[in-house]
């Protein structure tokens, strides 16, 4: 029989290897990896499988950092201190231009990965685990895995390929890979529509809301584990970027009642914080909706971590690669100086840092990758777009995220000329609540605006040719099939 080995690289499932099987001792597997014989042989293997594949998206080419800080770059709100292309100073520039700079093969390689991983896993389910452990439980499995799955096709489609709205999804997106790759066949293919690429996403995404629990076992579980709200929510911001806004509307009421207060009505209950620095300190709270965990044995690696980009190197230990930029949202006279988030913003050497990631090395702040202000102020966009007025619900919602950290402001319909200016309103509170978390790149593309002109950069058109990055050189090496942007 072939023996096809799943690669298990995270160390939460190591201690499973410790119960060997008399074929195990005949045909040993190397300490790191299980075999397919027996990967799916109880629940505790597979749920070590399904770990792994949060442990693979942890990395901090991923959702553990570089993503976050590659996607606030290519936005106007931080200044490059430091010049370094490891650290990202070709994506700040609005490149990468080169298709082999670390940045392009970092994301797509370690995406691509994790999405086999994710589809070896699902055969796996498909040919033994399900025997295993029942359908139900499966399916749960199932969608944890496809929720992964569509958390980096759609990390890649927003950096590698053209916004939705250019040609509505008609222009090339990426390889959809959706079978796992074992073996040494030829895996030449070539790239899917933008349109199929989103429609994958949310087939995954659906399945995973169906299939998914309303809870996990604790506060901990239901933030770096996915349930379906997790679903819901990334469902929100997916559409937002497709700009399907009666859609959006339609998946964000599942978490947001008509009217203040505001928490989710089914499934873990989410809310705003009462302090917005409590989410940043405690990392389990019901405002978090997913983050990537680290702990002092498994932090995130030097140079990738969100306290090293953008605290100052006085800061206990931060590495000043970017600094705020004054000119920046931190220069809106509306953001008041008692709003709370100014507090996450200290002065060293003259200049404004950003100081909402805190712990000292080895930088053990939770990456956060949803939270339920970004459900909140997507809805209260979608409505002002969808309906092209200044709507009361979106100012309601606008206000719950501004008043939580600035009560001293409290908008009002008279306050916005019209529906263009509301949503402008929304577009900066985001810029104020979410920055460092990695949402300025997508809001700009979406939106089909300029990449902005900052500090020794030139703005780029959203029709220019480093509006997105290349396709890594190494895909085009090695899949005859692919094409370059």
Same mark, same amino acid.
Request: hydrophobic residues 45%.
């Given at each position: ?357 805190? #712990? *000292?090395? $080895?930088? !053990? ?7 339920? &202000?970004?459900?909140? /102020?997507? %809805? ?77 950069? #030139? *703005?780029? $058109?959203? !029709? ?7 396709? &890594?050189?190494?895909? /085009?090496? %090695? ?7």
């Amino acid at each position: 029989m072939k023996r096809i080995f799943l690669n298990i690289a995270a160390a939460t499932v190591l201690f499973q290897l410790a119960s060997c099987k008399k074929d195990e001792f005949l045909n040993p597997v190397p300490t790191n990896q299980i075999s397919d014989l027996s990967a799916f042989d109880s629940e505790l293997r597979i749920e070590g499988q399904v770990k792994a594949l949060y442990a693979t998206i942890k990395n901090a080419g991923l959702y553990g950092g570089r993503l976050q800080v590659f996607n606030d770059i290519r936005g106007v709100d931080f200044v490059n201190e430091r010049t370094n292309v490891v650290t990202g100073f070709d994506v700040y520039n609005y490149g990468p231009a080169n298709s082999s700079g670390n940045s392009v093969e970092a994301v797509w390689s370690r995406a691509y990965y994790a999405i086999n991983l994710a589809n070896v896993f699902l055969a796996g389910m498909d040919s033994k685990g399900e025997s295993v452990v029942g359908a139900t439980k499966a399916n749960a499995y199932r969608a944890e895995a496809r929720l992964v799955r569509a958390l980096c096709y759609h990390a890649m489609v927003n950096l590698y390929a053209r916004p939705f709205w250019d040609g509505n999804g008609s222009k090339p997106g990426l390889p959809l890979r959706l079978t796992p790759n074992t073996g040494s066949a030829n895996f030449d293919m070539a790239r899917n529509t933008v349109a199929e690429v989103y429609t994958q996403i949310l087939n995954d995404l659906n399945f995973a809301e169906t299939n998914l629990p309303l809870t996990n076992a604790n506060a901990t579980q239901n933030v770096i584990r996915a349930h379906k709200n997790t679903a819901i929510a990334l469902k929100v911001r997916v559409l937002l970027g497709m700009r399907r806004y009666a859609d959006v509307i339609t998946e964000a009421n599942k978490l947001v009642p008509a009217t203040a207060p505001f928490v989710a009505p089914t499934g873990v209950r989410h809310a705003l914080n009462a302090s917005f620095n409590t989410t940043f300190t405690n990392y389990t709270t019901v405002e978090s909706i997913l983050s990537m965990p680290f702990y002092s044995n498994e932090a995130p690696g030097t140079q990738n971590q969100l306290g090293f980009y953008f605290r100052h190197d006085s800061q206990a230990g931060g590495g000043a690669e970017y600094s705020v930029n004054p000119a920046g949202v931190y220069a809106d006279a509306n953001w008041k100086a008692g709003d709370a988030r100014r507090a996450q913003i200290l002065m060293a050497a003259n200049k404004p840092w950003l100081n909402k990631y805190t #712990t *000292a090395a $080895p930088y !053990t702040d939770w990456a956060p990758v949803l939270r339920y &202000p970004e459900v909140l /102020l997507s %809805l209260a966009e979608a409505i002002t777009r969808s309906t092209n007025t200044v709507d009361a619900r979106a100012i309601a919602l606008l206000n719950a995220v501004r008043g939580r950290s600035d009560a001293s402001t409290v908008f009002a319909a008279g306050d916005f000329a019209n529906a263009d200016a509301l949503a402008n309103a929304i577009l900066t509170e985001r810029r104020i609540e979410f920055l460092g978390e990695g949402l300025a790149g997508f809001d700009n593309t979406r939106l089909g605006l300029p990449l902005p002109a900052k500090p020794g950069v #030139t *703005a780029v $058109p959203a !029709t220019g040719q480093n509006y997105i990055w290349p396709i &890594p050189a190494s895909e /085009l090496q %090695l899949n005859a099939l692919m094409t370059d942007n």
